[in-house]
T-cell receptor, first 115, second 114 residues
Framework: AQSVSQHNHHVILSEAASLELGCNYSYGGTVNLFWYVQYPGQHLQLLLKYFSGDPLVKGIKGFEAEFIKSKFSFNLRKPSVQWSDTAEYFCAVSTLNNAGNMLTFGGGTRLMVKP | ETGVTQSPTHLIKTRGQQVTLRCSSQ?????VSWYQQALGQGPQFIFQ???????GRGNFPPRFSGLQFPNYSSELNVNALELDDSALYLC?????????????FGPGTRLTVT
């Protein structure tokens, strides 16, 4: 069975600080990796995804993530956070079947950015 | 393009009762997945429906069941409700056969069991 660990449950940063959220997964096979964000009162939205190719993936709103296979990690980064980045962030891995992804999520990291 | 919609928004039920939650998939999508998100936790996969059949299931008991209709909308049914079933239930739709397999989530139904 696959599992996902997000090490930081709560992170508080000041605007313009750099962000790195950790994500480690356990799964022996080929993985597809995702970061989702949930802004207050809004739906889960996809930030970025990794399926194959370049392990450095760029997403929306200046976010990027690096897939390091040897470390089973897919950490999320942003060089300079804004107050509007306050949200909960979820890392997820998927098992792919003929119809689509079945996602296994981590427990989430709640980010608060102070203005 | 219409996004994923879910109804109702909120629901309060008593232990032992049954509940039905509904989901309309995004226009053009043919696969629906359901997730349970308990307070303070990440979503947990319940099951997925494709071509009106269950296409995969997470670690949930049989009292969690579902349907998918010819228009790709879906229902989640939970029988014999327990207090631990209190959670946000999320529906996500996607397009089978797409190389992206990206899932689009609805706003969720918050179920409270008392």
């Amino acid at each position: 069975a696959q599992s996902v660990s997000q090490h930081n449950h709560h992170v508080i940063l000041s605007e313009a600080a750099s962000l790195e959220l950790g994500c480690n997964y356990s799964y022996g096979g080929t993985v597809n990796l995702f970061w989702y964000v949930q802004y207050p009162g809004q739906h889960l939205q996809l930030l970025l995804k990794y399926f194959s190719g370049d392990p450095l993936v760029k997403g929306i709103k200046g976010f990027e993530a690096e897939f390091i296979k040897s470390k089973f990690s897919f950490n999320l980064r942003k060089p300079s956070v804004q107050w509007s980045d306050t949200a909960e962030y979820f890392c997820a891995v998927s098992t792919l079947n003929n119809a689509g992804n079945m996602l296994t999520f981590g427990g989430g990291t709640r980010l608060m950015v102070k203005p | 393009e219409t996004g994923v919609t879910q109804s109702p928004t909120h629901l309060i039920k008593t232990r032992g009762q049954q509940v039905t939650l509904r989901c309309s998939s995004q226009s053009g999508h043919n696969t629906v997945s359901w997730y349970q998100q308990a307070l303070g936790q990440g979503p947990q996969f319940i099951f997925q429906y494709y071509r009106e059949e269950e296409n995969g299931r997470g670690n949930f008991p049989p009292r969690f069941s579902g349907l998918q209709f010819p228009n790709y909308s879906s229902e989640l049914n939970v029988n014999a409700l327990e207090l631990d079933d209190s959670a946000l239930y999320l529906c996500a739709s996607s397009l089978a056969g797409s190389s992206l397999y990206e899932q689009y989530f609805g706003p969720g139904t918050r179920l409270t069991v008392t």
